[in-house]
């Protein structure tokens, strides 16, 4: 693959994503074409593969992919269609389900492996952090406990 075809995928896979809840997610309309999907039809049968995939690794599936509906401007008029909101697991699961002979698919795969093990280690950190903390406080309070007691017995 090409360095600039990296490049703009990249960039805008992290345009689209948004925080929904306090969870990173993406719309499969907005996605799709970046998977390299021309048409909703094909992509909802990689969407459907990956529910499977989801359900069978005992993962909750609603909470990976959910159906929501939303307004989209057809010239001068507004229709509601259908969409799925995906979390970066969910968004993973389709790139692994998805068609392989697309480049597109190929980047996917890796791009959503890679930002979810930073993700994994960035709260691995901040777990490792907190605990050290805690140790750092209980450390104090275990000095000023002693401290206390000695000045009683005096």
């Excluded at 948004?18 to 998977?35: Q, T």
């Excluded at 993962?59 to 509906?69: G, K, Q």
């Excluded at 389709?94 to 960035?122: C, H, L, M, S, W």
Aim: overall charge positive; proline content about 2%; hydrophobic content about 40%.
């Amino acid at each position: 693959m090409k360095a600039e075809f990296i490049k703009d995928l990249f960039a805008k896979f992290e345009e689209v994503a948004s925080v929904v809840d306090g969870v990173e997610c993406w719309s499969a309309r907005d996605i799709y074409p970046l998977f390299g999907y021309t048409q909703w039809r094909g992509f909802q049968e990689a969407i459907n593969r990956a529910k499977e995939s989801c359900k069978n690794a005992s993962c909750d599936v609603l909470s990976n992919f959910a159906d929501i509906r939303k307004i989209v401007k057809t010239g001068v008029s507004e229709k509601k269609i259908d969409d799925i909101l995906l979390t970066r697991y969910a968004c993973y699961l389709v790139a692994q389900n998805g068609d392989p002979r697309k480049p597109e698919i190929a980047f996917a795969q890796t791009y959503f492996a890679v930002q979810t093990r930073k993700a994994e280690i960035i709260a691995q950190r901040l777990e490792e952090h907190e605990r050290v903390a805690a140790r750092e406080k209980l450390k104090e309070t275990e000095k000023q406990l002693s401290e206390s007691a000695r000045l009683s017995l005096r």
